[in-house]
């Protein structure tokens, strides 16, 4: 709760900024390429719950509130429980996520902020304890192509929730 009124200095606090420009528009080969990638990602030996969990918690990471609002949809269209999906920015001190999830969400963690000196080795032997070698690495294509997704969103600022209808998630129920 907080106790101390702050005032609003205009152009300083949160906004709802228009979307800058339709990329969609702009670049539709290179977004049939994105696309084509995230789908092959999407096919591949990572479960749906996984990829929900890594997408979203990504998208945190990278500010993309596009991203967040579209992913948190995704997982409730999907079955996933609304507590875990409040849980999954603090799913290190979370009992609700499995130790394969917990591996994946790390994995997604220091591809997304990667560090100086690349991956450390007890992430990559975390992930290597819960995950198969292709497992891995197509977990490791799912964090390429939502971080693209992120930093394409948070570059052009689409509209959450705008393309709702198109994409099925209206269906989800949260508005």
Same mark, same amino acid.
């Given at each position: 709760m907080n @106790?101390? =009124? *702050? *005032? &609003?200095?205009p152009g300083t606090g949160p906004t709802s900024p228009a979307q800058r420009l339709d990329y969609a528009a702009q670049s539709p080969q290179l977004l049939k390429k994105l696309t084509e990638l995230n789908v092959a990602a999407a096919s591949g030996a990572i479960e749906e719950t996984i990829r929900d969990l890594v997408e979203l918690r990504a998208s945190q990471m990278n %500010?993309? *509130?596009f991203c967040v609002d579209m992913h948190v949809k995704m997982a409730r269209i999907h079955g996933e429980r609304? !507590? $875990?999906?409040?849980?999954v920015a603090a799913w290190r001190e979370s009992n609700l996520f499995t130790p394969r999830e917990r591996a994946a969400l790390a994995w997604a963690e220091v591809l997304t902020r990667m560090p100086d000196g690349g991956v450390p080795d007890d992430t990559y032997g975390r992930v290597r304890t819960q995950l198969s070698e292709k497992e891995i @690495?197509? !977990? *490791?294509?799912v964090v @390429? &192509?939502?971080?693209?997704?992120? $930093? !394409?969103?948070? &570059?052009?600022? =689409?509209?959450p929730g705008a393309y709702d209808e198109t994409y099925g998630l209206a269906k989800? %129920? !949260?508005d």
């Open positions: @106790v101390h =009124p *702050t *005032t &609003a200095v %500010g993309c *509130t609304e !507590l $875990r999906l409040h849980h @690495v197509d !977990l *490791t294509f @390429v &192509a939502i971080n693209a997704w992120n $930093r !394409l969103n948070v &570059a052009f600022r =689409p509209v989800a %129920g !949260l």
